[in-house]
């Protein structure tokens, strides 16, 4: 039931920012020099910003930037992680000592001390923040992988399957994969709020999304300087991330709970 | 089969973990440095640019001989980690000033600020997740994990945000800009320890939780053993994995206190770095990673062991 | 305190369940209309397949969080306990009732020493902890050198050595009720025979009053005063063991007997 409805939500949220060209009502690029700072209003819902751009169409757009960009990310660093760890966590050996330490190596390096040097050096934009980020995404996932995988590697129907002749990619997948799936992909679930979180932490420091480009992060940033005079530039999309990361969150919590009934 | 209290093989453990963290710090140096060389642009010119010099053929040339940018990568590396490991982090691009310094000073500021968030969120994370864990289902329970919840899902660059517009402009309790004063301490450990502890508490409930529901938890109340004995097992048991978790979570820590320290012009290493980034200052970004790096690297090497020692069936 | 509410052995009914129904989600019923009763210082067996529920009348009477009494009553020593807190039912496991499980070789920490665990069993029951008491429980489970035994981590002793530490343990509560799950299905023969008469020791010494569950028929005609039959989480067939395997009325107990001589 949970599940539903935080689906349902989070269907919501990805078709207002995949329709954002719909529903906004201004562009979010057109500044003008006469509307400044405007409060709230029936035109701009969530008033303007400080070149007088519209915040709510901002906040739309913006969600497509951060929401795609996570999207890619998990997916990708789950893929390569999740399947490196079952094969280390399954044959051991030289091999996972190999990609272990490969792990070990980017896992060193605290992941967002990383992705701000990173970043900083390759002089910010969304694909340099995205880039920074996932050199050690997926390491987590492997390392997930891998400890699920060697915690039931000595169950009795793996030696079952071992004993029986079994090959190593069939026990892999029909065994092993199945079995730590739900907490891999829970943790999926959960690092789309992680790396949402990460990724308009990087914009917010100016590491990530380049203005113009609305981005969440960046458009709190901005609009800390007059928060005092212009309160709603930085309350909406602060809103906006809260409530896509909290969605998110509660999607990976209601999977969570229904995978351990 | 491993026996209980058997130093040897705790002693070759402890060294292999040691020649282990020696290799894992070369090669963070190693990629550090070649992150470095390979950057967009030559350090001359950067150097002279951040500077405000204006570039001639002639003067970049003669830059170049003295920086020694001519010699091979192999040679250069090798002085520069010498030269770390003596103390020596190079001279800054912008005002030709020794790094080492800079990095003490923001390093110093950075670990009190970090201690005391991290200190604040395991005091506030732990005995709470034991508890909601025990009250599993319960209302007590339930209030505990929307809160936890709640903290993880903020971002907190927007927690530090919000916090500074109700408490400093709406009710003017705190200074705005953290002038290293204790009050002024208050609202970055804030917003560091809101979401660590959120997620501090998730992972940890989740820990006791499994601990819960081991064959030796039921079997010890089938035997009417008391819940109080129950908690010091579950504890003990926990011991190796809390220590991976909070080992695994002073990265993000890390991540976290750049963002405070810049929002808060905390002069730690976080705003250090920020500055340096934004004058392109290289030698003390190199700096920043390798120490937060190393730090990093020794604390879960650490951890590593001693769940070695806590689990010996590991 | 314990002795006046549930251990007054003058009464006569160690165990009565009565029309009990259970489930462990909201439309299934796991046990439907059961009615036992187990005497003072009887052996009641419950016979039946996997799956017929015999397991979870022993839940029901252990209190298993997830089994939900429907209707129905549970007594023990003639005190209604079904409807207990999870706290209070608490309070009678160890020595009021003592439980051995299908598989007892996972119920201590299995990183932690045996010495301090069964201490803090014993402190959990107000009773001090007698080290020749508990070696005297241990040999009589055929484990030699008992304290070296104490000194060392589950996880570093046999399957078997652990299953026959824990079983002695619970028997060190001298629990005046005791319910076993198929006690001697994951042991060697030997261990078997061993939990057999330290059973048919505490029964007949201590006066223990047994409730055995298992899908040993012949088992269950050596050991038990009576004998109630399960399917499908009823009860097709109970009575004196003498007069259910002489003149058995159901079909499925004499498809059960006949498989017995059979064999």
């Not at chain 1, 100016?206 to 940033?221: C, N």
């Not at chain 1, 309350?235 to 909290?246: G, K, M, N, R």
């Not at chain 2, 053929?57 to 490991?85: N, Q, T």
């Not at chain 2, 319960?138 to 994990?145: G, L, Q």
Request: net charge positive.
């Amino acid at each position: 039931m949970q599940i539903y409805i935080a689906a349902a939500f989070v269907f919501l949220l990805l078709a207002a920012v995949i329709l954002a060209g719909k529903i906004a009502p201004n562009d979010p690029y057109r500044t003008n020099a006469t509307l400044i700072r405007l409060a709230p209003c029936r035109e701009y819902p969530f008033g303007t910003d400080n070149l007088g751009r519209c915040v709510f169409s901002r906040v739309l757009f913006g969600g497509r930037t951060t929401i795609a960009a996570t999207f890619f990310l998990v997916a990708i660093s789950f893929g390569i992680g999740t399947f490196i760890g079952i094969l280390c966590g399954f044959y051991g050996g030289i091999f996972e000592r190999i990609f272990m330490r490969i792990a070990d190596i980017f896992l060193s390096f605290p992941q967002m001390v990383v992705a701000i040097a990173v970043a900083g050096i390759l002089g910010g934009g969304m694909a340099g923040a995205m880039v920074a980020l996932g050199i050690t995404m997926w390491v987590a996932f492997a390392r997930l992988a891998r400890s699920h995988t060697i915690s039931i590697r000595n169950e009795p129907y793996i030696m079952t399957s071992i004993l029986a002749g079994k090959g190593g990619i069939y026990i892999m997948f029909r065994h092993i994969l199945p079995n730590i799936l739900a907490p891999v992909l829970t943790n999926a679930l959960t690092q789309i709020g992680t790396t949402m979180i990460g990724l308009s932490g990087l914009s917010f420091l100016g590491l990530g999304a380049i203005p113009p480009t609305a981005e969440w992060g960046s458009m709190i940033s901005e609009g800390r300087a007059y928060i005092q005079i212009a309160p709603w530039t930085v309350l909406f999309p602060a809103l906006a991330t809260i409530l896509t990361i909290t969605l998110f969150n509660y999607l990976g919590d209601a999977v969570m709970e229904y995978r351990n009934v | 089969m491993k026996q209980p209290g058997d130093t040897k093989f705790l002693i070759t453990t402890v060294f292999k973990k040691i020649a282990e963290t020696v290799l894992l710090l070369i090669i963070l140096s190693l990629l550090v440095f070649a992150l470095m060389y390979i950057a967009p642009g030559d350090p001359a010119e950067k150097r002279l640019t951040s500077q405000g010099t204006a570039i001639t053929k002639e003067v970049l040339e003669a830059e170049r001989a003295r920086l020694g940018l001519m010699r091979p990568f192999l040679v250069r590396y090798g002085e520069w980690l010498f030269g770390i490991i003596r103390g020596d982090f190079g001279i800054s691009f912008k005002d030709d000033m020794p790094v080492a310094p800079k990095l003490a000073a923001g390093l110093h500021k950075t670990l009190i600020l970090s201690t005391a968030s991290l200190i604040l969120s395991l005091l506030v994370s732990y005995p709470l997740a034991i508890w909601s864990a025990f009250r599993k289902g319960r209302v007590s329970d339930h209030i505990v994990r929307v809160l936890s919840f709640i903290g993880n899902s903020m971002p907190n660059f927007l927690i530090s945000v919000l916090l500074m517009y109700v408490l400093c402009i709406h009710f003017r309790l705190f200074p705005v800009i953290a002038d290293g004063s204790p009050t002024s301490l208050i609202l970055p450990v804030l917003s560091l320890s809101i979401p660590m502890s959120g997620r501090f508490i998730r992972q940890m409930r989740s820990e006791f939780i499994d601990q819960l529901n081991e064959d030796y938890v039921t079997g010890m109340r089938m035997r009417g053993v008391k819940e109080r004995y129950v908690a010091v097992n579950i504890i003990r048991n926990s011991l190796g994995h809390i220590l991976t978790i909070v080992g695994l979570q002073v990265g993000t820590l890390m991540g976290g206190s750049v963002v405070i320290e810049t929002i808060f012009r905390w002069p730690g290493l976080g705003k250090l770095v920020m500055d340096s980034i934004n004058s392109r200052d290289y030698p003390v970004i190199m700096g920043f990673v390798i120490i937060m790096g190393t730090i990093y690297i020794v604390l879960n090497q650490l951890t590593d062991v001693s769940y070695h020692v806590l689990d010996p069936r590991v | 305190m314990e002795d006046n509410q549930y251990g007054s052995k003058m009464n006569k009914h160690a165990l009565r369940i009565t029309d009990l129904t259970a489930g462990y989600g909201e439309d299934t019923a796991v046990l439907q209309g059961i009615s036992l009763s187990l005497e003072k210082g009887q052996i009641l067996c419950i016979v039946g397949e996997s799956g017929s529920g015999k397991t979870s009348v022993i839940r029901a009477i252990t209190g298993w969080e997830d089994l939900q009494v429907r209707e129905g009553s549970i007594e023990v020593w003639e005190n209604e306990i079904s409807r207990l807190s999870f706290k209070e039912r608490r309070k009678l496991l160890g020595r009021t009732i003592g439980y051995i499980p299908q598989n007892p070789a996972g119920s201590f920490n299995p990183i932690r020493k045996y010495e301090p665990q069964i201490r803090e069993m014993l402190a959990s029951h107000d009773t001090r902890y007698v080290r020749s008491e508990v070696e005297k429980a241990f040999a009589r489970m055929g484990l030699d050198s008992p304290g070296s035994l104490l000194g060392s981590r589950p996880y570093e002793l046999s399957g078997g050595m652990n299953q026959r530490v824990a079983i002695a343990a619970v028997m060190l509560l001298e629990p005046s009720i005791l319910l076993c799950d198929e006690p001697t299905s994951a042991l060697d023969v030997m261990t078997a025979n061993l939990v057999k008469d330290e059973f048919i020791r505490l029964n007949k010494e201590r006066g223990t009053s047994i409730l055995m569950v298992t899908h040993n028929l012949g088992l269950a005609n050596i050991m038990a005063d009576s004998i109630a039959i399960m399917k499908r989480g009823r009860i097709v067939e109970s009575g004196d063991t003498e007069k259910v395997m002489c003149n058995p009325t159901d079909d499925y107990t004499k498809r059960l007997i006949g498989d017995i001589f059979s064999l």
